[in-house]
């Protein structure tokens, strides 16, 4: 049981190049989020689904496309990478029943020049 | 709207001294609490929660009260380790089940031997 796992750890960019973050889990889980993490200012929700085929916009979604073809996987596109989105991302999920506890993946670092 | 107000860190402190870590919040309504931790180089894990006034969460030593006369759910704990480094997030959740966690800064903890 690997939980939630991402791909890549860490990643530069050049401006206007384009990527996917890939966040996958094992666990069954209907609810995928995606989360930014940027110096004091904490985490904030980027995208999140409740199912296959059902996403969502959170907090901060400009810039960022996701789709939910499978229950596992939950990827995370930067159509035209800018420096405002250096950030570490984390991808996190949770069951339908477990309303208290998001289990996270260890985070992708990305560097965009 | 939601907000999360936690103590600026860094924290340093001695092996086996008492820890406090403030956190108050802002939000309409009756929100779930939570403190997360975050080891290095790992994701968030859930460290303890609390869904209602007066309730405490507690786990692995740690504790935090849901204070609604003071806004407040204020980390503790008796005697840290070393192993207790780490960052740590408080977080609220404003609607039951909603997805969108509201995220403090973050406070870094350094346990010295």
Redesign the interface.
């Known amino acids: 049981n690997a939980g939630?796992t991402q791909t890549p750890k860490f990643q530069v960019l050049k401006t206007g190049q384009s990527m996917t973050l890939q966040c996958a889990q094992d666990m069954n889980h209907e609810?995928m989020?995606w989360y930014r993490q940027d110096p004091?200012?904490?985490?904030?929700?980027i995208h999140?689904s409740?199912g296959a085929g059902i996403t969502d916009q959170?907090?901060v979604p400009n810039g960022y496309n996701v789709s939910r073809s499978t229950t596992e996987d939950f990827p995370l596109r930067l159509l035209s990478a800018a420096p405002s989105q250096t950030s570490v991302y984390?991808c996190?999920s949770r069951t339908s029943g477990g309303?208290?506890?998001?289990?996270?993946?260890?985070?992708t670092r990305l560097t965009v020049t | 709207g939601n907000s999360?107000t936690q103590m600026e860190g860094p924290v340093t402190l001695s092996e086996e001294a008492f820890l406090t870590i403030n956190c108050t919040y802002t939000a309409t309504g009756y929100p779930?609490l939570?403190w997360y931790v975050q080891y290095p180089?790992?994701?968030?894990?859930?460290l303890l929660?609390a869904?209602k006034a007066d309730d405490k969460g507690s786990n692995k030593g740690f504790e935090a009260t849901y204070r609604k006369e003071t806004t407040s759910f204020h980390l503790e704990k008796g005697s840290v380790q070393v192993s207790d480094s780490a960052v740590y997030?408080c977080?609220l959740?404003a609607n039951?089940?909603n997805?969108?966690?509201?995220?403090?800064?973050?406070t870094r903890l350094t346990i010295i031997p």
């Open positions: 939630v609810y989020s004091g200012m904490g985490l904030r929700l999140y409740v959170g907090e984390f996190a309303l208290y506890e998001q289990y996270f993946g260890p985070g | 999360v779930s939570f180089g790992e994701g968030l894990q859930l929660k869904t997030f977080a959740s039951f089940g997805e969108k966690l509201t995220f403090g800064t973050g």
